[in-house]
């Protein structure tokens, strides 16, 4: 079953725009994961956060997580045509075998 | 390229058939799982290895479903008596004990007519 759910389901934005998407869960979790997903790559991580942290930096991403509302968000800053693609909230739970539960995705489309 | 690698890329079948898929993980990492997605859903987790022990199977393995890591390096998903239904990419992912992040392959994409 899924966990997180990615809002919102689709988004399109100009060039150099920021993109913000958000993602929700449902039980506790030890880390939540984003990863991106395109034609040409496959799945790919993009960023990790542990449960104890609440925002997270790497090149043009930001990540936060509010355990308190079972939410994170991710933030990609001046957006690229190449950053066209499906982006996964995927969270690891206690006790889980470190399996990932994701959610549907949030297609983002980035206009040149 | 030291990634994971999955082997076919695309299998096309009729129902009814069986069909083995292979998932090379990265060589350092202990840890393989399978996954499957569907057009317009996330991965859906179906099977967990620690080296070459099985540890967790979900619910959507049916026992069509089998799979196996000898020796725990490769490891092979079998789908028997394929159906409509079981049409989805399969995703394989690699990580290391310790680390949240895995690493995915490109997927075997099945069509079942």
């Known amino acids: 079953s899924q966990q997180g759910e990615e809002d919102p389901q689709a988004l399109s934005i100009q060039e150099g725009e920021n993109a913000t998407m958000n993602c929700s869960y449902k039980t506790s979790i030890n880390n939540l994961q984003w990863y991106r997903q395109n034609s040409g790559r496959g799945l790919v991580h993009l960023i990790l956060i542990r449960s104890n942290e609440r925002e997270k930096h790497s090149g043009r991403l930001r990540v936060t997580l509010d355990t308190s509302k079972k939410s994170s968000s991710l933030l990609i800053t001046a957006s690229r045509a190449a950053d066209t693609a499906s982006y996964f909230c995927a969270t690891e739970s206690g006790g889980s075998n470190y399996k990932l539960t994701f959610g549907k995705g949030t297609l983002l489309t980035v206009n040149p | 390229d030291t990634g994971v690698s999955q082997d076919p890329r695309h299998k096309i079948t009729k129902r009814g058939q069986n069909v083995t898929f292979r998932c090379d993980p990265i060589?350092?990492?202990?840890?393989l799982y399978w996954y499957r997605q569907t057009l317009g859903q996330g991965p859906e987790f179906l099977t967990y290895f620690q080296n070459e022990a099985q540890l967790e199977k979900s619910r959507l393995l049916s026992d069509r479903f089998s799979a196996e890591r000898p020796k725990g390096s490769f490891s092979t998903l079998e789908i028997q008596r394929t159906e409509q239904g079981d049409s989805a990419m399969y995703l394989c992912?690699?990580?290391?004990f310790g680390a949240g992040e895995q690493f995915f392959g490109p997927g075997t994409r099945l069509t079942v007519l």
């Open positions: 992912a690699s990580s290391s």
């Open positions: 060589s350092e990492h202990n840890r």
